[in-house]
């Protein structure tokens, strides 16, 4: 019988206990090691949708990950939300978050979440609520549009994005500052109330900037005017509602930014945000975002990104007091 030495006795327990090791957990391995699923929260076409697939192309480069981009819509958004709280946070699920199913849905829809129930990584871009009209509609600004609105019998059709969004209540604030009233004809994403807006089945309808841009360019809508306090940069010859003798302090301004489940790894979120601040940083991103109606927001880090969040509850909680979806 051989005999073991004691370094070779050592040797063999080292390779038994090894042996006998549970495998280290998936966040240890470098990340990202599979491909990351990309939540967007309304249906293909969408100003989201467009933003998200952007950002999903040049993610893979800098990951060197497939990014795929799952479109999960409804309920103002809030479908998509509900799946991010049941989501490992690992970082390989995550979800192009804006406004509307982050900070007007969730109070209005009662849907059981907040901010603070996400990891913030990054803010995007800043994009505008425009009110835009069929060409043959007979008002061609803010306060033409008011008085024609307060001299019809019937209420006025705008057509919008959800029940419970931005671009929803944008036009509601816009009737009630401007003594009209509205009634909503509200579509599940912005391809089918861009076309009926062409048709002319509805009169009006309050978008985001960013879907409605090439339309405006080509002739096919009229812009009214952006609901917002600032003109928007991508299209500065369009007025602001505030610009006219009745309105005054009404804004819908829009955003997007890139979030995950509660409780990321610090060091996930880290190498996202990096990544993303590369692709902000890039021109021809930039350039690209710009002239698809897009504004890409100056670079934060996460934690200033969960600060805005808060502000952002903050600033909207009041304008939703009495609001009730239709």
Do not use: C
């Amino acid at each position: 019988m051989a005999l073991f030495t004691h370094g070779r006795r050592l040797r063999v327990l080292l390779f038994l206990t090894l042996a006998a090791a549970p495998a280290l957990p998936s966040f240890a391995q470098p990340y990202p090691d599979k491909p990351i699923t990309l939540i967007v929260p309304y249906p293909p076409g969408a100003a989201v949708d467009r933003v998200a697939r952007g950002l999903s192309l040049e993610l893979s480069k800098r990951l060197g990950q497939s990014v795929i981009v799952d479109n999960v819509a409804g309920a103002s958004g809030t479908v998509a939300g509900k799946r991010m709280l049941r989501a490992q946070p690992d970082g390989y699920t995550l979800m192009i978050g804006t406004v509307n199913e982050l900070v007007v849905a969730p109070p209005v829809l009662k849907a059981g979440y907040s901010t603070r129930d996400f990891t913030p990584i990054v803010k995007i871009s800043n994009n505008s609520t425009v009110l835009v009209a069929h060409p043959g509609f007979g008002a061609n600004n803010v306060d033409e549009l008011i008085a024609l609105a307060r001299k019809s019998r019937e209420p006025l059709l705008s057509g919008a994005t959800g029940t419970a969004t931005m671009q929803t209540f944008g036009g509601t604030m816009l009737a009630d500052a401007g003594g009209f009233k509205m009634t909503h004809v509200v579509y599940k994403g912005g391809s089918p109330l861009l076309n009926d807006l062409v048709a002319g089945q509805v009169q009006i309808g309050t978008i985001a900037m960013s879907s409605a841009l090439p339309f405006i360019r080509d002739g096919k809508l009229k812009a009214i005017a952006v609901i917002s306090m600032h003109r928007d940069p991508t299209a500065p010859n369009i007025p602001t509602v505030n610009e006219g003798k009745v309105v005054k302090n009404v804004q819908a301004d829009l955003w997007t930014g890139l979030l995950g489940p509660a409780r990321m790894p610090p060091a996930v979120v880290a190498r996202l945000s990096s990544a993303v601040r590369e692709i902000m940083a890039s021109a021809s991103y930039r350039e690209a975002e710009f002239k698809s109606g897009s504004v890409v927001a100056e670079f934060a880090e996460p934690a200033a990104f969960g600060q805005f969040l808060v502000q952002e509850e903050d600033r909207v909680r009041p304008l939703l007091a009495n609001v009730k979806p239709e």
